[in-house]
């Protein structure tokens, strides 16, 4: 993958994943995230404010204490706003959302909680000496368009064109699929497949008679591997199942509801 040498929004990143599977992201450039990053203060602020209304008569009675507490709150709040959505929605706020961006591991590994703590840790960092000057200058001379709490984390910020819906409506959809005896992995696998990798898989599936033998059991192979590594599936619902079927299988959970 070419470079345009110098990482800007423009750049893009192929991640290999442990499976041998080479996913091409577009890297999310400084001003995409600076937009992001202004939705999610007015987010915060809008939510801190709501929270001092509801303390608020609490606290009337000594207005030190008042306030005190609601810069702490507010503290809180915004460190908190953070970790919890980008842990618990795959790497994404509501900024990052609304600007298509979202947070991964540098690797193509699956995104810890411990990367998520410590890239939002070094935010003060990256706010020095205001609005952020430290993280983008950072940014700009990272090849990775990586600010400090990125490169302490070993993160990066993609950018998510909209994906082509593929066509699964000429896929013959499994007489019988395993994973619908389990509605927790199957909801689970319809929450961390990202579209990318679904239509990846449908495109697998579409072209399959088109391989070589060899080459045909290799790349089913190396998908079914890539999502048992992203929901451990229980293993009931694996016996007897081919890799090429596991594939059909977790393609049919993610694109049918019923």
Known sequence: ???????RSWGCLAVRTAEGIVFVHRLGGPVARFL?????F???????YLLSVAIGPLLMLNGDVAAA???????????????????????????????R????DAEGL????????????????DMLPAFYLVGGAAM?????????????????VVSEAKPAVPPFDRLERPRYNSLREHPRHAMRLRQTITPEEAALAVRMLMRRDTFEDQARIACFAAMAAHFRA????????LVGISDEQLVRNVVDIVYTAG
């Open 140 to 156: 700009l001379l990272s090849r990775r368009c990586q600010r400090l709490g990125d490169l302490a984390a070993g993160t990066i």
């Open 36 to 40: 992001a990053l202004l939705i999610d």
């Open 69 to 99: 507490v609601h810069i702490v709150v507010g503290m809180v709040l915004g460190y908190a706003y953070w970790v919890v959505s980008e842990g618990a929605f795959r790497g994404q706020t509501i900024g990052k959302r609304m600007l």
């Open 42 to 48: 007015v987010a915060v602020g809008v939510a801190s």
């Open 230 to 237: 992203r929901v451990a599936l229980p293993e009931e619902a």
């Open 1 to 7: 993958m070419k470079w345009d040498g110098r990482g």
């Open 110 to 125: 699956p995104l810890r909680w411990s990367q998520v703590l410590i890239r939002n840790l070094l935010r003060a960092a």
């Open 101 to 104: 961006l979202r947070v991964l």
